[in-house]
């Protein structure tokens, strides 16, 4: 068992209730639970560098290595106030093959065997949005909520948007709550209306950074944008494909698309700084039009140089991380541990909807704590 302790200063909060975090990743999801006044006991992942992020900015300890290793001996963490994490959700993104038969699906059953063994409080299990939309998943969510319900667990399924709770990104993603003791009357998505706040545009995150390669923002992608020669025209110039791989234009007024695992390369999402900064007239919705009206395509290096790749920066801002948070290894490892994380506004706002339940038993909304919701308001 390979313990990794953090060598920097941790970060202070006042701790009440007690963690265990599974698929730990970087860490995005502890930061939300850390800020919410979560103590993490213990913490696993099987990704090295991941676990070199986390060490870097965490006083809990983290495990590397692989959970089913582990598992059997959180036994010694029976009783802890809630198990969180989300396992590698490959198999069932639409963005992959949905293929039912990749190996990592059955770690959703993983993290129930820790919570039968860990017996917490509660738990939340962090996946893609398929998994509790898509028929095709049906049985692999039935069975999980049946064996949460055979353990003895009160369950609920939502579907989160991180744009409307402070994260300037349209990232949507399921979580399964299971509390021990149901002590509220109504739908958690109730609780949770009550945390929404504004967030922040793409625009308002990067100007505050500074165009790429200035200090503060120098942790450049070098993939060069490129057009592509046989355009995938939709009705939005932010969608389809008009450049060369899957990295596609991000619209600066609004808000980012998903930013996945996959990012690096020419899988990295598109900003036209001009149109960013400067407020120049967006080069990517002239050259839309020019297609839609039927306009032949450019040469596929007719792109405009300031056309360039989100910065690591910009995604750590993008995807609400601390703007000192490190991250250990090379920048494809960087992207990926910064796609693979939930968004930290997002997990604080998950963590203290859980804090409040296993603390009241509230008839309504009225009933939550007031300095808590204003604390929310990112």
């Known amino acids: ?19 265990i ?3 730990t990743g970087a860490g995005g999801m502890d930061i939300g639970f850390v800020n919410a006044g979560f103590k993490i006991l213990w913490a696993n992942d099987s990704d090295l560098d991941a676990c070199k992020s986390y060490q870097a ?6 495990v590397y290595g692989d959970i089913n290793d582990y598992v059997n001996s959180l036994k010694i963490f029976k009783d802890v106030d809630c198990i969180f994490g989300g396992p590698p959700c490959q198999g069932f993104s639409v963005a992959g093959k949905m293929n039912l038969n990749d190996p990592r699906n059955q770690l959703v059953d993983t993290f129930m065997t820790a919570v039968e063994i860990a017996s917490p409080r509660s738990f939340v299990m962090e996946n893609v949005k398929s998994l509790a939309t898509l028929s095709k998943f049906n049985f692999i969510k039935s069975n999980l909520i049946k064996r949460a319900v055979k353990i003895g667990y009160h369950t609920e399924i939502l579907i989160l948007d991180a744009s409307e709770y402070g994260v300037p990104q349209k990232r949507e993603r399921m979580f399964l709550f299971g509390f021990k003791e149901k002590t509220y009357k109504e739908s958690l998505s109730y609780y949770f209306n009550a945390f929404k706040t504004k967030s922040p545009l793409v625009r308002d995150i990067l100007l505050k950074l500074g165009v790429a390669g200035s200090f503060g ?3 450049i992608c070098n993939a060069k944008v490129t057009l592509a020669t046989k355009p995938v025209i939709r009705k939005s110039p932010y969608a389809g494909m008009l450049f060369n791989g899957q990295g596609r234009p ?3 007024h609004g808000y980012a698309p ?12 598109i900003v036209d700084e001009q149109h960013c900064y ?4 967006s080069w990517v919705e002239k050259y839309h039009k020019y297609l839609i009206d039927g306009g032949l395509p450019y040469p596929s290096n007719a792109t405009p140089p300031y056309l360039r790749r989100l910065t690591i920066d910009e995604v750590i801002a993008l995807q609400t991380f601390p703007k000192d948070y490190v991250l250990t290894g090379k920048q494809t490892s960087l992207y990926r541990q910064l796609g693979n994380a939930v968004p930290c506004k997002l997990a604080e706002v998950v963590a203290k909807v859980t804090k409040l339940v ?13 300095s808590e919701l204003s604390e929310l308001r990112f």
């Open 1 to 19: 068992m390979k313990i990794m302790n953090n060598k920097r200063n941790p970060r202070k909060n006042k701790q009440s209730h007690t963690a």
């Open 21 to 23: 975090s599974l698929f």
């Open 57 to 62: 900015n965490h006083s809990s300890k983290i």
């Open 217 to 219: 923002n120098a942790r």
């Open 250 to 252: 991000i619209n600066p």
């Open 258 to 269: 998903t930013l996945a695992a996959t990012m690096g390369g020419n899988r990295t999402p």
């Open 278 to 281: 400067l407020g120049k007239q």
């Open 358 to 370: 296993l603390n009241e038993s509230m008839a309504n909304i009225d009933c939550v704590n007031v």
